[in-house]
């Protein structure tokens, strides 16, 4: 009879010790408030494909084409004069034209994140504030002057291609 109540004991005690872990694991999950604020100060900006000239010993070797996107600051985004896109764009010739960002010889040296924050500081500094949040690379491609004079024998070289977060479809900036 003892092991009777002692059992009946014991499967009372792990039924309620089940119970009581099973609800504090399943209460709501903390939120960052402070992270949920800066992610709704943001919006995705979806930015041109922007063609710069690669130049080299001699003149123009061949042309860098990227598509990139960005995260910015809506309301330091709101107060830039010129619209994003267009400021951005010019900000990339800037950076791009004449660095040696890339080297096409050796391609897999290619340092997609030191690229992006090379992008990112730059725009933030032309901006005057931390607008820009995230660089994405949805593409980079290389052309050459030879596959552009005569497009049949070369093709050109796709150097990254990069995905890019779903866009939503209310008040976005930018695109063609």
Partial sequence: MIKLVGTGVWILLITL?????????????????????????????????????????????????????????KELAAKQVVPLPELITDELYTLLVGKKMIDIADVGSFDLEAFRGVVKEGLNRRFGAN??????????????????????????????????????????????
């Fill in 17 to 73: 010790a089940s119970v009581y872990f099973s609800l504090k694991m399943a209460s709501a999950p903390k939120v960052d408030t402070a992270a949920a604020e800066r992610e709704a100060a943001m919006e995705f900006v979806s930015g041109y494909t922007t063609t710069v000239p690669v130049i080299g010993e001699g003149g123009v070797n061949g042309y860098l084409l990227t598509k990139l996107a960005y995260k910015a600051n």
């Fill in 131 to 176: 607008v820009i949040d995230e660089v994405y690379v949805e593409q980079i491609d290389y052309l050459t002057t030879a596959s552009v004079e005569d497009p049949a024998p070369k093709r050109g070289v796709t150097l990254l291609k990069g995905e890019v977060p779903a866009q939503k479809t209310e008040g976005k900036s930018g695109g063609h």
